[in-house]
T-cell receptor, first 112, second 110 residues
Framework: KQEVTQIPAALSVPEGENLVLNCSFT??????LQWFRQDPGKGLTSLLL?????REQTSGRLNASLDKSSGRSTLYIAASQPGDSATYLC???????????FGDGTTLTVKP | DVKVTQSSRYLVKRTGEKVFLECVQD?????MFWYRQDPGLGLRLIYF???????EKGDIPEGYSVSREKKERFSLILESASTNQTSMYLC?????????FGQGTRLTVV
């Protein structure tokens, strides 16, 4: 059974810092991995999707990497802003499953 | 633009009531999902559907049922609402690639 872990559970940084969020998974037989952002009381917003054949995806100040062999993905946020404050979740879809397994998320606070 | 719409943002129901949560997507996606999200427990899958009239149990289906009569609509039904079903409910749809979520329904059962 796939297990997804996100460490740390919470992170606080000053504005302007570059930061990395981590996502680990136990079964490397994955179909894709998706990063989401969730603001308090809201739904999830898709940030980046990485297919199993890809190593990274970029969108603006965000860069997500995938290393299947080590069971890890990272979300890099450049030049963080207070508006980046949110909870970030990763979701892993295994090759033998039609559904994804979610991590518990990392709550990011960017201080002005 | 991709859109998943949940019928209510906030809902307050009484214990024992039958509750319907509706979700509509406009992307012609085959797959639709219902999750609940609770502090400290993360997102938990209740039910999902691969096609019209098809449904699969997720991790916590007890106390819930679903209906998918049309491709674009996936309904979650609480047969007899209980206080332990107070939660944030999230609907999602996908083609099997990227998943898209609705804005969530905060359900309170009193």
């Amino acid at each position: 059974k796939q297990e997804v872990t996100q460490i740390p559970a919470a992170l606080s940084v000053p504005e302007g810092e570059n930061l990395v969020l981590n996502c680990s998974f136990t079964d490397s037989a994955i179909y894709n991995l998706q990063w989401f952002r969730q603001d308090p009381g809201k739904g999830l917003t898709s940030l980046l999707l990485i297919q199993s054949s890809q190593r990274e995806q970029t969108s603006g100040r965000l860069n997500a990497s995938l290393d299947k062999s080590s069971g890890r993905s990272t979300l890099y946020i450049a030049a963080s802003q207070p508006g980046d404050s949110a909870t970030y979740l990763c979701a892993v879809r295994s090759t033998n499953a039609g559904k994804s397994t979610f991590g518990d998320g990392t709550t990011l606070t960017v201080k002005p | 633009d991709v859109k998943v719409t949940q019928s209510s943002r906030y809902l307050v129901k009484r214990t024992g009531e039958k509750v319907f949560l509706e979700c509509v997507q406009d992307m012609d996606h085959e797959n639709m999902f219902w999750y609940r999200q609770d502090p400290g427990l993360g997102l938990r899958l209740i039910y999902f559907s691969y096609d019209v009239k098809m449904k699969e149990k997720g991790d916590i289906p007890e106390g819930y049922s679903v209906s998918r009569e049309k491709k674009e609509r996936f309904s979650l039904i609480l047969e007899s609402a209980s206080t332990n079903q107070t939660s944030m409910y999230l609907c999602a749809s996908s083609t099997g690639q990227e998943a898209f979520f609705g804005q969530g329904t905060r359900l309170t059962v009193v």
